[in-house]
């Protein structure tokens, strides 16, 4: 059966809208300022990379957005409620691959007898067809990740949060992620905010990449990229644009002192 996500004709103007949004943390040496101001917009169908030096508070930022935790100041509104998918996959071990996709469905509402078709459904869009009845302990590190990404996928929301989900992977299974991942997106018209240290991932992956300073992480700046999609991360175009930005980022983190 085919996959049936299909295409969303955008109904905002926004996917998500962050305002002057700042966020500090109160800890033994007072209070800390981890976010500065930060306004960004992430439109309809739009895959954003936010890249910066590690502790400068990306994941804060995606937490916010995903309403786990709130701004000190300023507003954040997204289109729904937002999907999430962590470095860690988070899988329920005691379910099989699929119940854990059909969990999320039934969060959603998704009435029992339509779950296991939507999850075989999924499970053949993240290319994992077969893999229903799979304990998470029998899947590689790359199988759990498209898994999570299957259960993200299932919430059916217009906006998918993502933070460092590849990075524990190995650099060919990490690759062929970035491919399922931009077809995917490309397929279903989801807007996607990626968070990552890796610039060549956010290069090879972003419409634009977004640059935060450190401490406070502030939008530093941005990139638009033009280079047609599918990219690898080794083409002349990304290599090229990395090392722009990888020199900006070195410049943030001389900056403010940091390794
Ligand atoms: N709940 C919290 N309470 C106190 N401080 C926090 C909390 N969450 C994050 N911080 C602090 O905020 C700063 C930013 O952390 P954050 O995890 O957002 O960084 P990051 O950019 O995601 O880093 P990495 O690339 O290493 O994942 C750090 O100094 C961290 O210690
Ligand atoms: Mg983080």
Redesign the pocket.
Known sequence: MAPTLTKAAPSVEYAARLEHVSKS?T?PAGQ?L?LDDISLDVAPGEFVTLL??????????LNLVAGLDLPTAGSISTDGRPALMFQEHALFPWLTAGKNIELALKLRGVPKPERRDKAEELLELVRLKGAHGKRVHELSGGMRQRVALARALAQESGLLLMD?PFAALDAITRDVLHDELTRIWAETGLSVLF?T?NVREAVRLAQRVVLLSSRPGRVAREWEVEIPQPRRIEDAPVAELSLEITEVLRGEIRRHGQH
Do not use: I, R
Not at 52 to 61: I, R, V, Y
């Open positions: 943390f800890g800390q981890v910066g030096a590690s502790g400068c508070g990306k994941s804060t930022l460092e968070v240290h």
